[in-house]
């Protein structure tokens, strides 16, 4: 049995499991862009943002 066939029956025989990888894989994929992009953001304004001056302006 090829690869090709397994992931056919595995996925997208049935519509209703296609629809639930789809699902699956849009929530995922949102989760690892939406953390790549805030690290990205972090690195590149390191010392200017609110969590690392805080300290200067505590009472």
Same mark, same amino acid.
């Given at each position: 049995? @090829?690869?090709?066939?397994?992931?056919?029956?595995?996925?997208?025989?049935?519509?209703?499991? +296609?629809?639930? $990888?789809?699902? !699956? @894989?849009?929530?995922?994929?949102?989760?690892?862009?939406?953390?790549?992009?805030?690290?990205? +953001?972090?690195? $590149?304004?390191? !010392?200017?943002?609110?969590?690392?001056?805080?300290?200067?302006?505590?009472?």
């Amino acid at each position: 049995m @090829s690869f090709q066939h397994t992931i056919y029956n595995a996925i997208f025989k049935r519509s209703s499991t +296609f629809a639930l $990888v789809c699902i !699956g @894989s849009a929530f995922f994929f949102e989760r690892g862009l939406d953390l790549a992009c805030d690290t990205i +953001f972090e690195n $590149v304004n390191k !010392g200017k943002l609110w969590k690392d001056i805080k300290d200067n302006y505590a009472q």
